[in-house]
């Protein structure tokens, strides 16, 4: 049974960091191309990042580009996403998912529907 299960988040003020990990089981983390989406309440989920399977290439949303940084370790079977300087607008629960088995890296990596695992979840809030 795949599991991606997501920790990390927490409650820190604007201009604090948080690390968030997704720890992958029943996969094989290499063989996957990897994201990170959040969704804040009353908003639809969006794409804040995604790595390939080598980590030789990486997405941003224009909104986190600079502040966020994505990162894997295939060894442990671990997503990162270390997060900088955060702002109010960054509070939303962020999930980490595995595009499905195949797909090729860039076009569709910012696409939820290109993924077909998702963890459950991790609350992030930020406070001004």
């Known amino acids: 049974q795949v599991q991606l299960v997501e920790s990390g988040g927490g409650l820190v003020q604007a201009g604090e960091s948080l690390r968030l990990s997704c720890a992958a089981s029943g996969l094989t983390l290499r063989a996957y191309h990897m ?21 030789g290439s990486t997405q941003y949303a224009d909104s986190v580009k600079g502040r966020f940084t994505i ?5 442990k079977n ?9 702002k109010a607008e960054d509070t939303a629960v962020y999930s980490c998912a ?21 963890g459950q979840g991790t609350q992030v809030t930020v406070s001004s």
Do not use: C, K
């Not at 990162?71 to 060894?75: G, K, L, P, V």
């Open 71 to 75: 990162s894997r370790d295939n060894a």
């Open 35 to 55: 994201g990170w989406f959040r969704q804040a309440p009353g908003q639809e989920r969006e794409f804040v990042a995604a790595i390939s399977w080598n980590a």
């Open 98 to 118: 595995a595009q499905t088995y195949g797909t090729t890296f860039g076009a569709v990596a910012a696409e939820a529907s290109h993924y077909n695992y998702w």
């Open 78 to 86: 671990t997503l990162y996403l270390q997060m900088n300087s955060l």
